[in-house]
């Protein structure tokens, strides 16, 4: 008897272990700590990524670079990459969302694992019909009204992510 409740003791402490330090071990964050790191930014959208990967588990997203102008992420005038989640009970964000008329207001979390170069996100190398020789493909698709000249194809940008709902028009140009 006295063997079986240790046992029984032993399991449960493993259990709440394991339950109380599971984010600390997964590097992820607990619930609170990432509702404390979302962020405002304000700016506008400039281009859409096409993407090509349906996502899994039900969650998918889209790809977009958008021009903060002010926030809480500090600075102004810089790039940055925004991956948008949802499910197929919130769907993907409507075509008249990348206006870059339109200017946003945006809830987000910063996750620097997706950083990257404005140049990679723009470009896929994919093999031709024959699969012999591979071509560049672009994927990036900068709104009308854009200042090309303003994009630096090797600035890294910093990546957000946005849930639906996290985001609202402040006014329109």
Known sequence: MFLRQSRNSILMIFALSFVCLWPCIAGGKSATEHQHSRLRLDGRIIASVITFVPG???LKWQVFVF???SGEAGGHGYL???EYEY???DGPL???FFD???YYQLIVSR???CDESLESLSILRAPDEHKSVFRDRNLLQVLAGVPTEALDMHETLPCFILRPGGYRILKRR
């Open 94 to 96: 409507k075509d008249a």
């Open 56 to 58: 899994t588990l039900n």
């Open 87 to 89: 499910t197929d009970a």
């Open 80 to 82: 940055s990459k925004v």
């Open 100 to 102: 870059y008329a339109k």
């Open 111 to 113: 996750d620097s694992s």
């Open 67 to 69: 021009q903060v102008e």
